[in-house]
């Protein structure tokens, strides 16, 4: 907490001093800024994303030979006849869409659908480290 408060008033010294931020206007910040931040910049974040990937590489095998093995609840009692296959969500599992959260916090707006359908139109997303190769 105390390099939480340490490092705010960095940033608010940088801002007054850059003349972005006047002395009498109140520093806002927006909800999503320092998880975007920390998506876009940390090593930290690349390193979890790739040992995600990496382990799951790891234990394919094991779960391709274990014929007994489903991960699904719902899945039929004739599972076995089913070919394996890996399920997952897209948006932030396999597509990075923190362009699309930090257009939210330079634009100081919060979710729409609308401009969430914009995004996914645009085509833009990156892949998450680790989701390619």
């Known amino acids: 907490m105390k390099r939480f408060s340490i490092l ?23 909800e999503g800024l320092q998880s975007t931040l920390w998506v876009q910049t940390s090593l930290e974040y690349q390193l979890a994303a790739h040992q995600c990937y990496n382990t799951a590489t790891d234990r394919l095998p094991f779960y391709l030979a274990n014929v007994n093995h489903s991960a699904t609840v719902e899945t039929s009692v004739n599972f076995r006849l ?8 897209v948006d932030e599992t396999v597509l990075d869409n923190s362009p ?9 707006t919060q979710y729409a659908e609308e401009d969430w359908d ?10 998450v480290p680790g989701a390619v190769g």
């Open 100 to 108: 699309f959260q930090a257009r939210m916090v330079q634009d100081e």
């Open 118 to 127: 914009a995004w996914v139109k645009e085509m833009n997303a990156d892949a």
């Open 82 to 89: 089913l070919p394996p296959a890996v399920i997952m969500d």
């Open 8 to 30: 705010s008033l960095l940033f608010s010294a940088i801002a007054f001093q850059s003349g972005n931020v006047r002395a009498d206007e109140p520093l806002t910040s927006h």
